[in-house]
């Protein structure tokens, strides 16, 4: 078996136990920045692994979602933000510098730029996440939208001289909580429909038994994520407090209006939520 794992501390809760020894997995860990990961699933080189949920919705006929795991969100996200020298509303037709990293980000933000701030910019795809507000500051974009660790450590600092580099900052999960009034699902665990359901099923109940361990224990984790990212730890736990690792009922009512409006938009096919089942 071949599981895929974002090296992003949003992980840290579901791999925590495994990585720890304390929870066995029998297959390799595979790691890679979310959209790695969707194009190595696509590709059929891993069997299992956590996608931006738009990589569901995609091609949602290779794939099963595993119940009950997700990285979600019911108000601020806090590692998914757009960084702006002005506000959203009046970026139309200015340079917005998207991350490669996860198609769900870009997809949400292109919706919001589109139906709420009613702008259109000038999208361009980004390097490597960015963690250095200074220099950030000296690039020739309007705005910017910065995801993972990387955005933690900019909200955790500030200009050279004390003062904010960019004085308009969207959480964009806590954008798509007001305008919806749902909350958000970023990324998904899923399954190849051609992994033996055996091996699916136990990999699954591995993902749910290391998750249960890391959401008791996320003092520990808090203290591993603060070493990895310079993010203090405090902030760090406040962090893993705000998201959701289940996928319960309200998360599924709120996958399902992100896929609706993507398909609206004609951005993704019309998608069914199919789940692994014994």
């Given at each position: 078996?071949?599981?895929?794992?974002?090296?992003?501390?949003n992980?840290?809760?579901?791999y925590?136990?495994?990585d720890?020894?304390i929870v066995s997995?029998?297959?390799?860990?595979?790691?890679?920045?979310?959209s790695l990961?969707?194009?190595?699933m696509a590709a059929?080189?891993?069997?299992?692994s956590v996608?931006s949920?738009?990589?569901y919705?995609?091609d949602?006929?290779r794939?099963?979602?595993?119940?009950?795991l997700?990285?979600?969100c019911?108000g601020?996200v806090?590692?998914v933000?757009l960084?702006s020298?002005?506000?959203a509303?009046?970026?139309?037709?200015?340079?917005v510098m998207?991350s490669r990293?996860?198609?769900t980000?870009v997809?949400?933000?292109e919706?919001?730029?589109?139906?709420?701030?009613?702008a259109?910019p000038?999208?361009?795809p980004?390097?490597?996440?960015?963690?250095?507000?200074?220099?950030?500051a000296?690039?020739e974009?309007?705005?910017?939208?910065?995801?993972?660790?990387?955005a933690?450590?900019l909200?955790?600092?500030g200009?050279?001289d004390?003062?904010p580099?960019?004085p308009?900052v969207?959480?964009?999960g806590e954008?798509w909580r007001?305008w919806t009034?749902?909350?958000?699902?970023f990324?998904?665990?899923?399954?190849?429909r051609t992994t033996p359901?055996?091996e699916?099923l136990t990999?699954?109940?591995a993902?749910?038994?290391?998750?249960d361990w890391g959401l008791?224990?996320?003092?520990?984790l808090?203290?591993?994520?603060a070493?990895?990212?310079?993010?203090?730890?405090?902030?760090?736990?406040?962090?893993f407090?705000g998201?959701?690792?289940?996928?319960?009922?309200?998360?599924?009512?709120?996958?399902s209006?992100?896929?609706?409006?993507?398909s609206?938009?004609?951005k993704?096919?019309?998608?069914t939520l199919?789940?692994?089942a014994a």
């Amino acid at each position: 078996m071949r599981v895929g794992r974002i090296p992003y501390i949003n992980c840290f809760p579901v791999y925590g136990a495994i990585d720890r020894g304390i929870v066995s997995l029998e297959g390799e860990l595979v790691t890679g920045i979310p959209s790695l990961l969707n194009a190595r699933m696509a590709a059929g080189q891993l069997d299992i692994s956590v996608v931006s949920a738009v990589e569901y919705a995609r091609d949602a006929a290779r794939y099963l979602l595993l119940p009950d795991l997700a990285i979600s969100c019911n108000g601020p996200v806090r590692s998914v933000m757009l960084f702006s020298r002005r506000p959203a509303s009046e970026l139309g037709g200015r340079r917005v510098m998207l991350s490669r990293s996860s198609m769900t980000s870009v997809a949400l933000l292109e919706l919001l730029f589109d139906e709420v701030w009613k702008a259109r910019p000038e999208f361009s795809p980004g390097d490597a996440e960015m963690a250095d507000l200074d220099a950030f500051a000296r690039d020739e974009h309007d705005a910017r939208l910065v995801i993972g660790d990387a955005a933690l450590l900019l909200q955790s600092r500030g200009g050279a001289d004390g003062r904010p580099a960019y004085p308009y900052v969207y959480d964009l999960g806590e954008e798509w909580r007001r305008w919806t009034g749902h909350p958000f699902v970023f990324a998904v665990w899923v399954a190849q429909r051609t992994t033996p359901p055996r091996e699916a099923l136990t990999t699954h109940a591995a993902l749910l038994t290391s998750r249960d361990w890391g959401l008791q224990h996320l003092e520990e984790l808090s203290e591993q994520a603060a070493a990895q990212t310079g993010v203090p730890a405090s902030e760090c736990r406040r962090y893993f407090e705000g998201l959701d690792y289940g996928l319960g009922l309200p998360y599924l009512a709120g996958l399902s209006e992100f896929f609706g409006r993507l398909s609206a938009a004609g951005k993704v096919p019309s998608t069914t939520l199919q789940f692994l089942a014994a």
